[in-house]
């Protein structure tokens, strides 16, 4: 291990926190790049469950140094919660560190996010309506507060010229209550106070432990199918979940990443609204989600089940120059009699093979499906790759076959030990 960048090849939710946890356990640092508390890690350690939103998940191994990157965005009021959560639980944070750069979430962010949602009516995307989307808007506006100014002298003036623009907004255009400045104010210089020693530039930090050699882990939120230029547009979310985001929002060069990981299901989920070609609305899907415990980490929300879809690995190979793959939740599929894996696409007659830019395209897309006979057995138990079923190996050769990835671990469960080498 030296620079590993770990992302999701779906749609999010693909067991990554599982993988990180297992490389984590031999990183010297591991950062989180993009997003902000919408994305969730669910962690089993020791027997004990950690649901992880914004902090790295190597927060649970004592020599690490987890950062929370200049890509990220940052509500105060929740990343405190899950620092005290830890803390609580016997969790060493003093390895937390969070970039100057990082932009802030304030509530209007999360006012805004929530509007905007009940004003589109049907047409909503379905956030998760924390903020993230109008905190990165002010960004891209250049008009965001940064974790510099928030424990900065400077903090009282800017947030009033915030606040100011952004009552205007609230009240002339949502009708939304008016913020209070002072208690907004005397809430965020207490968070400031609490949060003030864990903050530098960890841009800075990261390059430093690359230069010594250091093993350092790009810890992924979400999946390539949510980046906000090459996902499913506009179901996507505001930031860049692919390997190229980590270069921005981790502050580093390209040519200092020395693998790049890709973690899938062995079948296809997503939250939310948004195209889904392989999509079960049936017994099968019923039988996915409850078999595989398909409830969003963050939001709850059960996701929407589908067989695995090729097409979508195949994008996420390209976009994120993926050098490995991992597949995980190969136990969910026992019991199917006759799985399908989606090799193609049919649209309008022609064969598609590349995944489509335009979502009005892709929603009629056909999969064109493969059939594999399945497994009765339950494989949670195996611990040694070659002891799998013959169709559970020939699955997965399948899938490595025809995406131009190798295929370098399979996942049988949500613990350690379930996931083995091949």
């Not at 291990?1 to 591991?30: H, P, R, T, Y």
């Not at 399945?374 to 020939?394: A, F, M």
Request: hydrophobic share 35%; aromatic share 8%; net charge neutral.
């Amino acid at each position: 291990m030296s620079v590993i960048a770990l992302v999701g090849a779906q749609w999010g939710d693909e067991g990554k926190g599982k993988i990180i946890d297992i490389m984590s356990a031999n990183a010297d640092v591991v950062v989180r790049a993009m997003g902000g508390d919408n994305a969730g890690h669910t962690v089993v350690v020791g027997g004990q469950t950690y649901k992880l939103h914004l902090i790295p998940s190597g927060i649970l191994y004592k020599n690490a140094i987890c950062v929370i990157g200049n890509g990220t965005v940052i509500n105060p009021k929740s990343l405190i919660a899950e620092m005290d959560s830890l803390i609580s639980r016997g969790i060493d944070i003093s390895g937390l560190r969070i970039d100057e750069r990082a932009h802030i979430i304030f509530p209007h962010h999360i006012i805004i996010d929530e509007m905007n949602e009940k004003l589109k009516g049907a047409g909503d995307i379905g956030t998760t309506k924390k903020g993230i989307g109008p905190c990165y808007m002010d960004k891209a506006e250049r008009t965001g507060l940064r974790i510099c100014d928030l424990i900065s002298g400077s903090f009282t003036d800017k947030l009033r010229v915030v606040v100011d623009a952004k009552n205007h907004i609230l009240s002339n255009l949502y009708g939304a209550s008016l913020l209070d400045f002072d208690a907004l104010l005397n809430q965020y210089k207490a968070y400031a106070d609490r949060l003030r020693g864990y903050v530098c530039d960890t841009s800075a930090l990261v390059y430093n432990a690359i230069k010594q050699n250091k093993r350092v882990l790009l810890e992924g939120a979400q999946g390539a199918l949510l980046d906000l230029d090459l996902g499913t547009y506009p179901y996507v979310t505001s930031s860049h979940p692919t390997t190229g985001g980590f270069c921005v929002g981790a502050g580093i060069g390209p040519t200092l990443i020395d693998e790049c990981i890709g973690i899938s299901k062995a079948y296809t989920t997503r939250v939310g609204k948004g195209p889904f070609p392989t999509e079960l609305d049936d017994e099968i899907g019923n039988y996915i989600r409850e078999n595989g415990l398909e409830f969003g980490t963050t939001t709850g929300r059960p996701r929407r089940c589908g067989w695995l879809d090729l097409v979508i690995l195949r994008f996420a190979v390209r976009i994120n120059g993926l050098t490995q793959l991992v597949v995980n939740k190969l136990d969910t599929l026992s019991g199917i009699d006759i799985l399908k894996i989606c090799v193609d696409y049919e649209c309008d007659g022609k064969l598609l093979s590349d995944f489509p830019s335009n979502i009005e395209k892709l929603q009629y897309c056909k999969p064109i499906y493969k059939e594999f006979k399945g497994w009765k057995q339950d494989i949670s138990g195996v611990r040694n790759y070659d002891d799998l079923p013959n169709e559970t190996k020939t699955y997965v050769s399948f899938i490595e076959e025809n995406i131009g990835c190798r295929i370098t671990m399979a996942g049988v469960g949500s613990k350690r030990e379930q996931s083995l080498n091949r």
